[in-house]
């Protein structure tokens, strides 16, 4: 969701200081009450009218062992994620060597889990 732009920020708070009600300019511009109230808020408290800057969303565990993950998959195509874990002490969950492979781009075995298909001629 994007923030909303400063020209509208400008615009509902020139309304609020010209004496309109909260209720009004939020029925006005189409944004909810508590958003015009907390934007005033922002501007009487931190004396700022721009949205707050984006804190960032949290690393993945599997990024500081990116480089150890691309030398596994390299030295064996051909292993399980739990071999991938065993062999090469990768210190990963599964699903998380998983997560990894695929933002990677590596290939990935993919051990059999159920009983293989029963296909006969027709």
């Known amino acids: 969701m994007r923030a909303y732009s400063m020209d509208l920020r ?16 939020a029925h006005k511009f189409s944004v909810s009450e508590s958003w015009v109230r907390r934007l005033k808020q922002t501007r009487r408290e931190a004396g700022r009218v721009a949205p707050a800057a984006h804190a960032g969303g949290r690393v993945a ?9 691309r030398a596994a998959v390299a030295a064996d195509l051909d292993a399980t ?14 699903s998380a060597l998983a997560r990894a492979l695929h933002a990677l781009g590596l290939p990935r075995k993919k051990s059999r889990s159920g009983r293989p298909n029963r296909t006969a001629r027709t």
Not at 16 to 22: F, L
Not at 61 to 69: F, L, P, Q, T, Y
Not at 81 to 94: K, V
């Open 10 to 25: 400008e615009r509902v708070l020139a309304d609020c200081d010209d004496g309109a009600k909260t209720r009004a300019v």
């Open 61 to 69: 565990g599997w990024v500081a062992h990116a480089d150890a993950i």
């Open 81 to 94: 994620l739990d071999e991938y874990r065993r062999r090469f002490a990768l210190p990963l969950s599964r």
